[in-house]
């Protein structure tokens, strides 16, 4: 029997993560995506797996969270990963200076980290400027950004969740003070229907607020549009960091036959209209040939930008749940007196299935539900198995 039927929009890690969850712990989801399953920012990220390193000095929260999550990703979607290390590079006397805060910072964010000497460094990677100072080594790593999401999505629909994509949301149904479900467009045959829910749960970062506003509510969220530029070569195999305080283009990231550097931020009031600035390309190019200079030789082989979710200071957000520093969700009923509907805001796409559980325990809390969270010790299905039901098996399951 089912503890209630929850609808979640938008078809990112977010949401992937969340109907995986759900399921598992007794709902019956639905979940509806207006385009294909990671077309909205899942799909555009550069596909680092932090070790939270790059956050440890300002966030050891977020920091730690990573690192345990690699380590869960680890067990439970290894084919998504590729754990090839990061390598973080003083180039100036000022990152050498700042060598030790960093290394406290993730050693107290249980981050394990190895200074590498120079020589060893440059053989290691090659192409990195041969005028580093200092290299410390971290556990990151790099995701498929497509294939993860994919392993949630095809574990959920095995489990019997509802995926239903090119499927837009145009209306949040209530009646008197609470949520009643959905009215959606097919795009396929632009037919209108309704979709029934106890709860509905808007996972659709960037576009949060445009989600609420179907609702009539208003949350503080302004799209952070990010410029990541990728060139045609594989030209590290480890993450390449600047050792320095965080800032912008200060990674570059081996993505296959690939290398991207990432990236700029800067503010719109819509997500779907952004054009990349051809001043973020030269900047981005510039900044990765401080760290690997054939950068700036190597042709390329495209620029894009994904939009974060940047949550304004109000009291509707300070009134819903800190889930973590980065993430959080608002109880719609408790803010804006509209029972049955969650917006999450924020994440990091290593840490997307801590942020499904965190969601799911705020359902379950607010159905009266107790039970607790599997998803950091159920295997994965094979992401393929999402297009193809024969393969929705796991290696253990097949007899042979």
């Not at 095809?154 to 994509?165: L, S, V």
Request: proline share 6%; net charge negative.
């Amino acid at each position: 029997m089912s503890h209630g039927h929850v609808v979640v929009i938008g078809g990112g890690g977010t949401g992937a993560a969340i109907v995986h969850d759900l399921v598992l712990r007794g709902f019956t989801a639905t979940l509806v995506e207006r385009g294909e399953l990671t077309s909205g920012t899942t799909g555009r990220h550069h596909g680092q797996l932090h070790s939270g390193a790059r956050y440890a000095v300002g966030d050891r929260e977020i920091a730690r969270e990573c690192m345990d999550e690699v380590r869960t990703l680890q067990r439970i979607a290894p084919e998504a990963l590729e754990m090839n290390y990061g390598l973080f590079i003083a180039l100036t006397d000022e990152d050498v200076a700042f060598a030790p805060t960093f290394v406290e910072a993730c050693e107290e964010s249980t981050i394990p980290t190895r200074e590498i000497p120079v020589e060893q460094a440059l053989r290691m990677e090659p192409n990195v400027n041969p005028a580093i100072k200092k290299a410390v080594q971290v556990p990151d790593g790099t995701i498929d950004a497509w294939r993860l999401p994919l392993h949630f999505f095809a574990t959920a629909k095995h489990n019997g969740a509802d995926i239903r994509t090119f499927t837009e949301v145009v209306e949040i149904l209530s009646a008197g003070s609470a949520v009643t479900g959905v009215r959606v467009r097919d795009l396929a045959t632009d037919r209108e229907y309704e979709i029934k829910a106890d709860m509905v749960v808007s996972a659709t970062g960037a576009w949060a607020e445009k989600v609420a506003r179907l609702g009539g509510i208003h949350i503080p969220v302004t799209p952070g549009p990010g410029t990541m530029v990728a060139v045609r070569k594989r030209l590290n195999n480890m993450v390449i960091s600047h050792l320095h305080p965080a800032g912008d283009g200060d990674i570059v990231v081996p993505q296959r036959g690939l290398s991207i550097i990432g990236s700029t931020q800067w503010k719109t009031d819509d997500p779907d209209t952004v054009e990349v600035p051809k001043a973020d390309i030269d900047y981005l190019v510039k900044r990765a040939s401080d760290l690997i200079p054939v950068f700036s030789e190597t042709p390329i082989h495209a620029a894009w930008s994904a939009s974060r979710p940047l949550a304004g200071a109000s009291s509707n957000v300070e009134d819903g749940r800190k889930m973590s520093r980065d993430f959080i969700a608002i109880d719609h009923g408790t803010s804006d007196n509209l029972k049955g509907l969650i917006s999450i805001i924020g994440g990091k796409a290593t840490v997307l299935r801590a942020m499904g559980e965190k969601t799911v325990d705020m359902i379950c809390s607010l159905f009266g539900v107790e039970e607790p969270c599997q998803t950091a010790e159920t295997p994965l299905l094979p992401h393929r198995a999402f297009y193809n039901s024969r393969l929705a098996v796991r290696p253990q399951e097949v007899s042979l």
